[in-house]
């Protein structure tokens, strides 16, 4: 848990030496609180207090970070049990595992699947992040796999082995892409000492939380600190518990040896069970999702979950203000307008496309609110309509003179035709009557 | 270790659908939704005695945008004999004056004849255009008289003729808001103070298909059921979400060939259920027997 600036100054000497730089201490705990200065700065501080102010410095769920460059992912960090008392900060990682005993080929051909999994939607990136590659068969055969994708593809790699030697080796390979490892021997006396050498996060597993608990202080001690926790393959409502006590003893309780994101693996066949596995641990907490399948549909419905289960729900998504062409709309094609707020304006596009009338639509820059709340916030006014009009070049996109606005802002038709100098017509209140208010149009 | 148990104050209520012979209807079961004394799925902490159902939707009309059958009467039976449906949901959206302008009278018979067809507890909805409904709604409840079906949809604008036919006639109501937890909680109030208890009502929080506006209905459905479990009764009633609807209307459901719809609606049910949705309303039987095997799965023990 975080301190006030009070908790904070309650720890101080009180003697307003000014040492630090500051008038009182107090005004230094006001500092400290923000974290604008560091605690060093008090050369009196009691060993006791430096120690409570630096854990309550820490976020509850450590943040970890897998793999290097651009394909970084860094998950954890996270602050609230339900996204709409904040956010989800950092979205699960989601990866599959490919088996050492496939032939290079197979796995060549598998990673140019996997190296496809990349979609854009409402304006962003959504990609998988991991590649976990896990021995099945001799060390030689793991090592040549490790080899073979680390060669073919960017996304961060998890390694998955029983043996200790096995592992060092393809950390010697792998070092310079800081990779996951996940132990499958259950000993972590030699692939702790490995974590540390390489510097590399660490995967805990243990069935139930309290030995997952005694793992990772023990761990602590030998100096692996990016911990990430698994208490193995469970049906999904004790998976469900086992993640929900995870965050709630990390967040409500500090308890510092859960305070790390969480790794899931779903042991299913069928690609639409695996999916709907891996979505419920999207929703219900997991810092890394992996999968048996590499399915381009499995991806893209998971992580366009992931994508609305992580937005800012203080941050409404927007799509770029401009006019966009639905169909093959051409001139006489009807023009309608909206906000950028993208609920809006895909839940408009949908009943467009629904109409199969191609038309176009024009998105005005509202800065994400909808219809109703951008009029009131003066956002969707006829001037704003207007400049977008002129702007995107509406005006010589279409042949007509017309222009449909929403029902709810009715009362902006008489201004907007003055504005702009186009017909006004007013459109239905809801998206859901645009198609047949189209066909009648 | 101590493990960390919240304490709930409230519980959500349960709602009937269907009356048995025994209760002056003639369903050969009744289905209960709700009863949740804790959070989606954590057995650990509290009772979750009943499972979530899935609805068939099917049509008075053929539907245009989505395949269905040509007659509703055998595709309800098709629905009870072939995909073992519990639970059936029935739009009459030929109610519409743009999609057959049907009567109240032929709309009442249809619903006589559909009791007649199968024994399932029914789902009945009207077709969106608020004037006809209040028309077509009573008349239908009427016709279903002691059946206790669950009928929608209430809104803030139009929910009194609705609550006095459900009222009259011994059924279950909708109370539909858009996303708005607010306007939820005011319009159970208001359906309450006319005398239908809250007990009757399920909640369509008005959902968005996954990639659409599916995290807001998320939210809005997990502080709702925070608040019901705290203790506030008017937020205490279970969710009906209209899954198959919404996810078909998915450019990524459309376009990209059945698996992927399929998937698209399995998903999308998936999350809800996961924010406490208690009544899936679907469309794809694929789509629904794997959601089932899934709610199944949840509730082994």
Redesign the interface.
Known sequence: MALSGLDIYKLLPKTNCRECGFVTCLAFAMQLAKKAVSIDKCPYLSPDAKKTLETSGQPPIKLVTIGSGEEKLAVGNETVL???EEKFHNPCGIGSILNDNLSENEIKKQLDIINKLKFE??GQALEVNLVAIKQNSTAENFLKAVACVMNNTRLGLVLMTAEPKALKEALKITKDRRPLIYSLSGDYTEVAQLAKEFNAPLVAIAQN??AL?SLTQDLNKQGVSEIVLDTGIK???DK??DL??IR??AL??S?RSLGYPMLVVVDKND???E???A??Y???YAGIILLKNVNT??A???L??R???Y?D?QKPLQIEPKLYPIGNADKNSPLLVTTNFS?TY??VL?EV??SKIPSYILSVDTEGMSVLTAWAAEKFTPEKINDSINKSGAKEAVAHKKIIIPGYVAVMSGDLEEASGLQVIVGPKEA?GLP?FLKNL | ????FEKWAGAVSVLNIGATKEEGGTRAKTIQIGGEKT??????EGALPHKPVIAFEIWDVPPQ?WPGEKDVLSWAEICAKDYGAELLCLRLQGSHP?FGNKSAADQAKLVVQLLKKVSLPLVILGC?DDTKDNLVLPACCEAARGERCLIGSATQDSYKTLTAAVLADGHNIIAESPIDINIAKQLNILISDMGLALERIAVNPTI?A???????A??IM??AR?AGLSGDKTLACPFICFVGQEAW????AKE??I??G???E??TA??LI??GADLLVMRHPKAIE??K??IG????S
């Open positions: 339900f996204r709409h939607r409402i939380l309290e608990s049906p999904i409502k469900i518990w929900t006590q709630r003893l409500k309780k308890n690609p639409v069970e999916a709907m596995e979505a419920s999207v929703a219900k549909a499995e893209l419905s998971l366009t979950l994508q609305n289960i937005t729900p609920l895909y839940t949908g496309e629904a859901a047949a | 270790m101590e493990l960390m959070l989606p799925f954590l057995f650990a945008d743009d969106g968005g996954l990639g659409y506006g599916l995290e807001y998320y939210s997990e502080r925070l209307r998915a450019k990524e990209a060939g698996e992927q399929i998937l698209w399995a998903i998936t999350a996961q924010a794997k959601v095997k899934y799965g949840l509730f082994r």
